[in-house]
């Protein structure tokens, strides 16, 4: 097969990537190489790339294979073709067979765009059913969740919908290129739609007492009732389960678990009958999945207790954030509320406050080691693809949180908080003592970025974009450049758009096996 180039090529090796048979590029895990499903999207895009700037025979006959090897391993659901993720116990989220609409989104791109340059109709056929996949409802196995303003797009369904921002700005950046390929309107009113979506939602992603962005709108905590007085086994419950205003409710009813699905701690239970569980002593831990979406409105923990009666306190652990750290540290418990319930049957239903639960949606961390440095490379992406998006898509508050996210990044330098860490900007590593202003002293709309080179329109209504880059120590590295609204992009920029704009990304959920995005 072909080299591979870039950052991709040096992380083969970290990533353990090696040729398949059939030409697909798979991971080494022990003693076998495992088809991993982003893979071969991201040689699609490196072999693409390649082919502007050094066509050849040769790179042809790769970009066929890696096409035809992963559209070998994709199912038929819902009429779409897809590329399934098995349930992987090494894995965070993965907790049930499932497709991902980040790889899905990456698949349609980059199989139209191997189309054009094939001259294939059928394998534009079927990225056609490829994208196909984005529109299938999550309540069928897809990725497709209804919004307000429109859809969202789920890197991993899961319950409560988890809101991965990297994967859904992603995956839309996809979906946009994908319609500039074909010029499909419905993929680019899918791409606007969602997009005014994540502009919707995306003061719940702000995490502006730690200059950061959140990783997504879900995180895990620990609850626990502790039944005051009663004694073992004279407790019974029920029907316990999380409520999330607008979004559902969810049973916490299994007996142990993973750590993204609710239940109750296993070795809390006594046992389970036809009527409840029983605790096994005077506590009951509960491992709940809770949702910012409901902001600020509380979720709710609700379950029917049965007993001699007594009172029953509720209790949920908060921590702090460490930037080394996936989750809250120095974790204590917090009583939340206190329930008189009397003998018999009684309902529980407790909110559980924001001002304990602040940090379940968890700001990005600095947890990836690159070459040694501990670096951040998700709130970067969040910014780039920001931009990205709202030159895409000409919604300008995409734009404006990119500027307040950008901003975030130049103070991290004076902060205790983030000494000694390093922040991936596109391909470049930077320790956060080098990187500081200038910045625009307003915000900005609708600027591309420079490494991306956007062919996307310009909103008429966006004002006058201001420049934005990021200085280091020696230098300038440009986070954004500015760019007049309706500065025309020359045809070579749309044509690496799908490559180049996508490089330095990193979908994969935190702790989940997937890659980080080369």
């Not at 070795?267 to 409901?294: F, K, W």
């Not at 309706?486 to 996508?502: I, L, N």
Request: aromatic share 8%.
């Amino acid at each position: 097969m072909p080299p591979l180039t870039g950052q991709l090529r040096r992380e083969a090796g970290y990533h353990a990537l090696e040729w398949l048979p059939d030409g697909y590029p798979g991971r080494r895990r022990g003693d076998e190489v495992w088809a991993h499903p982003l893979y071969g999207a991201y040689v699609l895009q490196d072999y693409l790339a390649q082919l502007e700037s050094s066509p050849s025979q040769e790179l042809r006959d790769g970009l066929r294979s890696v096409a035809t090897a992963a559209v070998a391993r994709m199912d038929r659901h819902e009429g779409a073709l897809v590329f399934w993720y098995e349930e992987d116990e090494k894995s965070a989220r993965a907790v049930e067979r499932h497709y991902s609409g980040l790889t899905q989104g990456y698949y349609a791109a980059g199989l139209a765009r191997a189309a054009r340059v094939l001259g294939d109709d059928a394998l534009l056929e079927v990225s056609a059913s490829v994208f196909a996949s984005l529109t299938v409802p999550v309540s069928r196995g897809g990725v497709h969740a209804p919004g307000v303003l429109g859809p969202s797009i789920a890197e991993v369904s899961q319950q409560p919908n988890s809101y991965i921002l990297n994967g859904w700005q992603s995956a839309l950046t996809a979906v946009a290129d994908y319609a500039e390929v074909t010029g499909r309107a419905d993929a680019r009113q899918l791409a606007c739609d969602s997009a005014r979506e994540i502009a919707r939602l995306l003061p719940l992603f702000d995490a502006p007492a730690v200059r950061n962005s959140r990783y997504g709108l879900t995180g895990f905590v620990y609850a626990r009732l502790v039944f005051r007085g009663a004694e073992t086994g004279s407790v019974t419950l029920r029907d316990t389960r999380l409520s999330v205003p607008g979004e559902g409710e969810y049973a916490v009813a299994r007996r142990g678990g993973r750590r993204w699905l609710n239940h109750v701690f296993e070795q809390d239970v006594l046992d389970e009958t036809p009527e409840g569980l029983r605790p096994a002593g005077r506590v009951a831990r509960l491992n709940l999945v809770l949702s910012r979406i409901s902001y600020p409105q509380p979720n709710r923990l609700r379950c029917r207790v049965s007993g001699a009666g007594g009172l029953v306190e509720v209790q949920l652990q908060q921590g702090r954030y460490d930037p080394l750290q996936s989750a809250q540290v120095d974790r204590h418990w917090v009583s939340i509320a206190q329930v008189d319930c009397p003998p018999g049957d009684s309902e529980i239903d407790v909110p559980l406050p924001w001002d304990v639960a602040e940090l379940v949606a968890y700001p990005t961390n600095f947890v990836k080691s690159i070459d040694g440095r501990r670096t951040n490379v998700y709130h970067a992406t969040h910014v780039t693809r920001l931009r990205e998006l709202a030159a895409a898509t000409g919604v300008p508050e995409l734009a404006e949180w990119a500027d307040t996210w950008l901003r975030y990044v130049a103070e991290w330098r004076s902060m205790p908080l983030y000494s000694g860490l390093h922040v991936r900007w596109e391909e470049v590593v930077l320790p956060v003592s080098e990187v500081g202003g200038p910045l625009p002293p307003a915000p900005a709309r609708l600027v591309p970025t420079k490494r991306s080179r956007s062919p996307r329109r310009q909103s008429s209504s966006a004002g006058t974009a201001a420049a934005a880059t990021v200085t280091v120590t020696g230098g300038t590295a440009t986070a954004a450049t500015a760019a007049a609204p309706g500065a025309p992009v020359p045809a070579t920029a749309r044509r690496r758009s799908s490559a180049a704009a996508r490089r330095g990304s990193s979908p994969g959920p935190a702790g989940d096996d997937r890659p980080p995005r080369p």
